[in-house]
């Protein structure tokens, strides 16, 4: 898949400044790494080589405080999947968060509030490329969600070929978008239906719920829950069980269940974008945004 809609320009300027992070640009070794050890990765996303198992991947997505999905965000995460696609020596990825408690608190909402509609419909082609990118990847991948996981957190993990949670009663993981006073986009809900079925989706989905460990593994949205300190290498032992897999059929039978889901995106994107920016530049929406976001900052006290 070409990595083409509108982020040339972001692009070049995000790779700027890794030309200056000694060892952090794409494919170089890293500072500190042994000899051959490849390390790559950008300011938001770390990308180390698994040491306990060869051909893995482990990306760290280090965007504080709640690993949001900014535009940048979505950019360098994009990048390095690409790298990761392109790098024969990569056979599978395990997505995990390296911000404490929080594996993506979703899509920035401040890239929707108070934005012109240019900007909205490049921030919407970076999310639709991120979602195409993860849930149509060669690679096994694999969410090893170490905290909570709201709405675009929960299509990224929901993307993964398989999802371990960490049993942590303050993780919860769902597409809570009508609590926003939005909606979950249909390629969204296509991913949830598919995942848990029709009725629980529906009721998920209006309902906005969150669902913490037990209920997630309850109703399917995870496929594993385990104790906080094993969600890595209970990743690890599932990515080894996906990798004895031959890739080629692995991949064939992937893209066989996952391409109609796809499809139905890749055949109206700019529709999509349209429909994206027309319902967010709604005042009602905007207003039920700000709420939101005051509500936020109000829980702080
Ligand atoms: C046709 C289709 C139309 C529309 C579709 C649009 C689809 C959208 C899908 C989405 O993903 S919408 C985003 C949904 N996300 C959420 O509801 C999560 C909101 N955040 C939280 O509930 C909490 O922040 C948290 C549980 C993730 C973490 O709690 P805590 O550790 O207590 O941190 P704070 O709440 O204090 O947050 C710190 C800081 O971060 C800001 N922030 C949090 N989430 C977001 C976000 N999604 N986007 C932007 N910013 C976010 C928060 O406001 C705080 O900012 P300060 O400046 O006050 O420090």
Redesign the pocket.
């Known amino acids: 898949m070409a990595l083409t809609v509108g982020l040339r320009p972001l692009t070049r300027a995000l790779l700027r400044p890794w030309a200056r992070v000694p060892g952090a640009a794409l494919g170089r070794p890293a500072a500190g790494s042994g000899d051959g050890v490849r390390c790559f990765g950008s300011p938001r996303v770390l990308v180390e080589p698994d040491p306990a198992a060869v051909g893995v991947a482990v990306m760290k997505m280090r965007n504080p405080?709640?690993n949001?999905?900014s535009l940048e965000f979505l950019t360098e995460l994009l990048i390095s999947l690409e790298k990761l696609e392109n790098d024969k020596t990569f056979r599978g990825i395990i997505i995990t968060s390296d911000c404490p408690?929080?594996f993506s608190?979703?899509?920035?909402?401040?890239e929707?509030y108070g934005r012109d509609p240019a900007h909205c419909a490049e921030y919407w082609k970076a999310v639709q490329e991120l979602w195409l990118r993860v849930y149509l990847s060669n690679l096994v991948v694999i969410g090893a969600i170490n905290g909570?996981s709201?709405?675009?957190?929960c299509?990224l993990s929901l993307s993964c070929d398989y999802r371990v949670l960490a049993n942590n009663p303050k993780y919860a993981i769902g597409l809570?978008?009508t609590?926003?006073g939005?909606?979950?986009?249909f390629w969204?809900k296509d991913v949830l239906v598919n995942t848990i079925g029709h009725r629980a989706a529906e009721r998920a989905l209006q309902l906005g719920f969150l669902f913490p460990p037990s209920d997630a593994l309850q109703v399917g949205i995870v496929d594993q829950v385990v104790p906080e300190d094993q969600v890595q290498s209970t990743a690890r032992s599932v990515m080894a069980q996906w990798l004895a897999i031959p890739d080629h059929a692995r991949q064939l039978t992937k893209n066989l269940v996952r391409k109609p889901t796809a499809d139905r995106l890749l055949q109206q994107r700019d529709a999509d974008i349209q429909?994206?920016v027309r319902?967010?530049s709604r005042d009602s929406i905007q207003k039920s945004l700000h709420v939101?976001?005051e509500k936020?900052?109000q829980?702080?006290g």
């Open positions: 405080p709640v949001s999905l408690g929080i608190a979703g899509l920035d909402l401040l929707m909570i709201p709405a675009g957190g299509l809570n978008e609590l926003l939005i909606i979950a986009p969204f429909n994206f319902f967010i939101y976001l936020l900052k829980k702080k």
